[in-house]
């Protein structure tokens, strides 16, 4: 199977292959994490969220018309299904009482200092701030077609983008300033 060509796999994933769409998913399954988890900002939500990515993907294979490459039509259902469960979570969090974390979450191993520090900056936005700069910045989507799918106007979209690109500078402002506090040269996060 792995001597055909994409569109060969393609066809075959659309008709039901099995081995096909196994195939189409260990090629694109890092590229739809990615993405996801961008979106999600938790490695446990972003893995719910590629999931839901993987299902609507394998329904909607029989609908792929090759007018777009596979990747870009993949990559756009797996933003939607995410902005999709991250509305869905949001609606049911307001709706329940919040519960005190009980476990922290430590740092990835092999993350650099910048990732931490970009990354927690990226926490500290509110939502639709963050979607905004991760499609726009990120992804590079339009703000028409971020409009599109979040359901607000490109102008909202840009204002979104211009607050969110502010709050991060000023998040990040002492970025490259040594901590001298604590008397070492590491770098505060």
Same mark, same amino acid.
């Given at each position: 199977m792995t001597d055909l060509s994409e569109a060969q796999i393609i066809r075959k994933a659309c008709a039901g292959?099995?081995?096909? =769409?196994?195939?189409?998913?260990? +090629? %694109?399954? &890092? +590229?739809?994490?990615?993405v996801v988890r961008r979106i999600a900002a938790?490695?446990?939500?972003?893995?719910? %969220?590629?999931?839901?990515?993987? =299902?609507?993907? =394998? +329904?909607? #294979? &029989?609908?792929f018309r090759g007018d777009s490459r596979f990747s870009t039509w993949l990559h756009r259902i797996a933003v939607n299904a995410a902005l999709q469960a991250l509305r869905k979570?949001?609606?049911?969090? @307001? @709706?329940?009482a919040p519960m005190p974390d009980t476990l922290p979450?430590? &740092?990835?191993?092999g993350d650099t200092l910048l990732e931490k520090r970009l990354e927690a900056a990226m926490d500290r936005l509110p939502d639709?701030? +963050?979607?905004? #700069? =991760?499609?726009?910045?990120?992804?590079? %989507?339009?703000h028409e077609e971020i409009g599109e799918v979040m359901g607000v106007t490109s102008g909202t979209s840009?204002?979104?983008?211009?607050?969110?690109?502010? @709050?991060?500078?000023?998040?990040?402002?002492?970025?490259?300033?040594p901590d001298m506090e604590s008397g070492a040269e590491a770098w505060s996060i």
């Open positions: 292959d099995g081995s096909a =769409i196994r195939l189409l998913y260990e +090629r %694109y399954a &890092p +590229r739809v994490y990615a938790d490695d446990d939500v972003a893995q719910d %969220y590629a999931q839901e990515a993987w =299902i609507r993907a =394998i +329904r909607a #294979l &029989p609908t979570s949001q609606t049911r969090t @307001r @709706r329940e979450v430590g &740092p990835r191993a639709g701030m +963050r979607q905004v #700069l =991760i499609l726009h910045d990120v992804e590079g %989507y339009t840009k204002s979104q983008l211009f607050k969110a690109r502010a @709050r991060m500078r000023e998040f990040l402002s002492d970025l490259g300033q």
